[in-house]
């Protein structure tokens, strides 16, 4: 899903330069020199030859902060028994199980207020229950598995200037146009977003507002479930989280229309308007998102169901619940059960990729689905000033959270330090100089965009330029950190590093004159063909190689509702997963022989990898758990005669020894193919997810042949043995098996594995105040059904307390989670006099909550908040849970290990929580 980079001023951005898709193509085995220790930063491992570096180091990123963050938690997926009915299963003994399952809940005694049931590629429902009565009903034969319901994080519009969408010349896209004469034509894509403008003259419509009846000419299929006011962030004053579903999708949002535009745009482009990768395709409109604010995962997962009844051939999601990276969790099942009916999913793959790895998000980790990585467009145009004394333009983006800039008038430029300034306009100690009047250049790095902001502005600036710290562009916001902070009143806005250095000599040499300006200059992105900063990394959490491939999607120009300008700049995955969508639909129009299963694998094997973003220009690789399998190439695997299956090979972890897989080569072609097998191996990572360390990457690949002749019209099979590396220890590696032919264009399969035993990772580890801690249930202001475990305010006491077990006071357990878990459960037990557990309170029946798929923290200070509400499970019967005695308690926590065994002790980490006294009288 879209958002923009709120990384705080320190953050390096990360959006690099380097080696283009073209010279990306003619991979090699050539040797790589590894970066000496100095350049790799004050931090590297010196006993450790292959160390490159790590993302603090190579990026500048700002320390964790000491502040708790909490993730919190929502309504619950409750998968049942039985199969679904796409898959074969019969829809009205399903309905028959939930009524069932129902009526024993509520025989148990629990109050589960159902929000959405499935049945097409799901079994079960989502309810809202507090977690006693989540507890009570997973030991029914009935239900498979609980999940927490994960709330998609909102979507933000952003400034709707022009811009230049080079984005189609990068995939292939303009040739598959102009050259293959592909359009999309008889294809059917749905868009899983905030709905689509069935009004925009792109897009099919009138042109006019509320001028146009759905459905359309195009957009000929939808629904919207949630209506204008739905906004599921607690946090946001809009709350608002019943939905209100009506028949017409149209957006009032622009995210879903912006999505739509780069699939299948058919505008004017002489006349400003915008042509899209597939620009004959018809639409499926499926609105899950409200004018403002996020949704849920359990309504993202209606709308699959309806892309179904509607008979979609492919659907994009540019959306997902970031750190949820299990293909396990149930928007990833029903997107690969599509899969299997025929329909090619999209999904972007998250845009938390400043936050570490292991950060990719349900649904694009399904096992089927094209999870989508975002790379950098080549240009783009922006709004500009210019300087003196040669009017010099200067492209620059607007911080959100700032006052618009102005389009006329000049001022005075001053600047708050040098380059060599690491903590340039941090100091808010009354240390800057003097700004009064002036235009202040800041270099970003070291504290937040906000706080170089507030204090320029606190010294007197009438405007603020950021200037990035490493090559490329970056999207700050300067809004508030907090309601009590004061709000930024001048105008900010962002340059690239090369302007920033330009401006800063010019100062230096002497007085500097900024003029604003109402007109756009075209900037050249120094970052173009590389990983955007922002870019989630995988693996998923079964060890699957995450994502898939990728495409553009930094800074993307495409249609935005009419009432919002028409056309509007977006960065994200969101943006780089429809690129995917729309090419699919011309592959699938060029091969329409291609299975739903079989599409990613073609776009697979003609993807082009690209150079390490982090240091480009260097011969170094982008880890393929950031970049799958590179960069879209449509025209190549349209063209394509020959494939090679699987399109990518998930290796595992080493602790087995080589792992050796077969690979399929398919020959279409008239006459026979001969390749000569080699392999090229990416950067490899490890160290703390949140700080990742980089390492040269030195994974082992032989062949069972030398060369491999391909007869035409036959298959041939290919034996490659994988030996993963000695390090990083406990890291994720990964490379690319390269089948060249004599004449012709090259093969490619990525793949990539874990070094070490998986279960050895830790996954309970301290946060902050060090958690996991118990804590008081302080404050609640919503959600108090859900035991507060949204928006609620903890106290820490680690020595223990005395609960009276009202709202407001009631236990919680903090916990911060360093990798993925299988499972997170807690059992209650009698206290023992030295405060160790003693008894379970009602034999095997003391588990009082168990949560499946429970993805990473994602910030090192992020915590998941587990409530006691007082009760227990009493065991079979009418009456099932109850509240327990006063008197002394103790939690155990056991967290299972993704891909963990729950019986061997060393896939399992637990902790036992301080006594928890029960005294209702107080």
Not at 899 to 921: F, Y
Request: proline share 8%; glycine share 12%.
């Amino acid at each position: 899903m879209t958002r923009p980079s709120h990384a705080p001023g320190r953050a390096a951005g990360t959006r690099r330069a380097g080696l283009g898709v073209a010279a990306s193509v003619a991979l090699t085995v050539a040797a790589i020199t590894p970066l000496s220790a100095a350049s790799a930063g004050p931090g590297a491992h010196p006993d450790d030859a292959g160390y490159l570096g790590s993302a603090s180091e190579l990026t500048g990123a700002p320390p964790a902060s000491d502040e708790l963050v909490h993730e919190p938690s929502g309504a619950w997926f409750v998968q049942l028994a039985g199969t679904p009915s796409a898959e074969g299963g019969d829809a009205a003994e399903l309905r028959r199980q939930r009524h069932r399952f129902l009526d024993e809940a509520a025989a148990l005694g629990t109050d589960l207020k159902v929000r959405y049931s499935y049945d097409r590629l799901w079994h079960g429902m989502s309810v809202r229950a507090s977690k006693a009565d989540i507890a009570a009903i997973e030991d029914s034969a009935r239900v498979e598995a609980v999940f927490p319901v994960a709330t998609v994080d909102a979507l933000e519009p952003t400034d709707t200037e022009p811009a230049m969408d080079s984005a189609l010349g990068m995939t292939g896209a303009d040739i598959a146009q102009s050259e293959l004469g592909l359009d999309g034509d008889g294809l059917r894509v749905g868009i899983i977003d905030t709905g689509i403008d069935i009004d925009h003259p792109d897009l099919g419509g009138s042109g006019a507002d509320d001028a146009t009846e759905f459905p359309t000419r195009r957009v000929v299929a939808g629904h919207d479930f949630v209506g204008d006011d739905y906004n599921a962030d607690p946090s946001s004053p809009a709350y608002e989280p019943d939905p209100q579903p009506d028949p017409n999708p149209d957006d009032c949002q622009g995210h879903g229309t912006h999505v739509a535009g780069i699939v299948g745009a058919d505008g004017d482009t002489a006349s400003g308007g915008v042509r899209g990768v597939a620009p004959a395709v018809e639409f499926g409109a499926y609105r899950v998102f409200g004018c403002g604010g996020s949704t849920t995962s359990d309504i993202i997962l209606a709308a699959l169901e309806q892309a179904l009844v509607d008979d979609m051939d492919v659907v994009n999601m540019s959306l997902g619940a970031g750190f949820v990276s299990s293909p396990d969790y149930p928007t990833a099942v029903a997107s690969d059960a599509l899969v299997e009916q025929g329909v090619t999913v999209v999904a972007s793959i998250g845009n938390n990729g400043t936050a570490g790895t292991w950060s990719a998000g349900a649904p694009g980790v399904g096992d089927d689905v094209i999870g989508v990585a975002s790379f950098d467009n080549t240009e783009y145009d922006a709004r500009m000033f210019t300087v003196s004394p040669d009017g010099r333009e200067v492209g620059y983006g607007h911080a959100s959270g700032s006052p618009e800039p102005p389009v006329e008038g000049s001022l005075p430029m001053a600047r708050t330090g040098t380059p060599d300034t690491p903590d340039d306009g941090c100091d808010s100690a009354g240390e800057l100089p003097d700004l009064s009047g002036t235009v202040a250049l800041v270099q970003r790095g070291e504290c937040y965009f906000y706080d170089k902001a507030i204090n320029a502005q606190n010294a007197g600036a009438e405007a603020v330029i950021l200037y990035n710290n490493v090559p490329g562009s970056f999207a700050p916001t300067v809004a508030p950190p907090t309601p009590d902070d004061p709000p930024v009143t001048v105008p900010v806005v962002a340059i690239s590093q090369q302007d920033g250095l330009e401006l800063n000599s010019r100062i230096a040499a002497g007085e500097t004159t900024l003029t604003w300006t109402d007109e756009t200059t075209t900037v050249e992105n120094a970052t173009a063909g590389l990983i955007s900063s922002y870019s989630s990394y995988g693996m998923s959490s079964d060890l699957t190689l995450k994502p898939d491939l990728g495409a553009p999607g930094g800074l993307i120009r495409s249609t935005y509702p009419l009432e919002k300008d028409g056309y509007g700049v977006l960065s994200g995955t969101s943006m780089a997963a429809p690129h995917v969508a729309g090419a699919v639909a011309l592959l699938l129009q060029a091969r329409p022989d291609l299975e739903a299963g079989e599409v990613r694998d073609v776009l697979q094997n003609h993807a082009d990898p690209a150079d390490w973003s982090l240091v480009p220009d260097s011969g170094y690789i982008e880890p393929t758990h950031r970049q799958g399998a590179g960069m879209l190439d449509i025209d190549d695997a349209a063209l394509a005669e020959t494939s090679v299956t699987p399109g990518k090979l998930s290796l595992g972890e080493s602790e087995t020894g080589p792992s050796t897989r077969t690979l399929t080569v398919r020959n279409d072609g008239d006459t026979a193919v001969t390749y000569e097998p080699s392999h090229v191996n990416a950067i490899s990572t490890g160290d703390a997810p949140n700080d990742p360390g980089f390492y040269l990457g030195e994974a082992g690949v032989e062949f069972g042949t030398d060369t491999l002749t391909v007869p035409a019209g036959e298959t041939a099979e290919l034996d490659v043995t994988v030996t993963a590396p000695d390090g990083p220890e406990l890291g994720q590696y990964g490379g690319y098996v390269v089948l060249t032919p004599e004449d012709g264009d090259p093969l490619r399969v990525p793949f990539a594995g874990f070094v070490g035993d998986y279960q050895d990772l830790p996954v309970l580890t301290e946060a902050g105040a060090g958690l996991p801690e118990l804590g008081r249930v302080a404050e609640c202001e919503r959600y108090v059904e859900l035991n507060c475990t949204m928006g609620g305010v903890y106290d820490l006491l680690p020595d223990g307390a005395t609960y009276t077990m009202t709202e407001g006071d009631r236990p919680v357990v903090l916990a911060h989670l360093e990798h993925p878990a299988e499972n997170v459960s807690f059992e209650l037990f009698r206290a023992r006099h030295d405060g160790t557990p003693g008894v379970p309170v009602v034999g095997p029946f003391n588990t009082v909550l168990s949560v499946d798929e429970v993805g990473r923290s994602g910030t090192p200070t992020a915590f998941n908040a587990y409530v006691w509400d007082g009760t227990r499970p009493r065991g079979h019967g009418t009456d099932r849970t109850v509240p327990v005695p006063d008197g002394r308690y103790v939690l155990r926590m056991t967290v299972t290990k993704s891909l963990g065994d729950p019986h061997n002790p060393e896939h399992v980490e637990t902790w036992v929580s301080p006594v928890i006294t029960v005294d209702r009288e107080g």
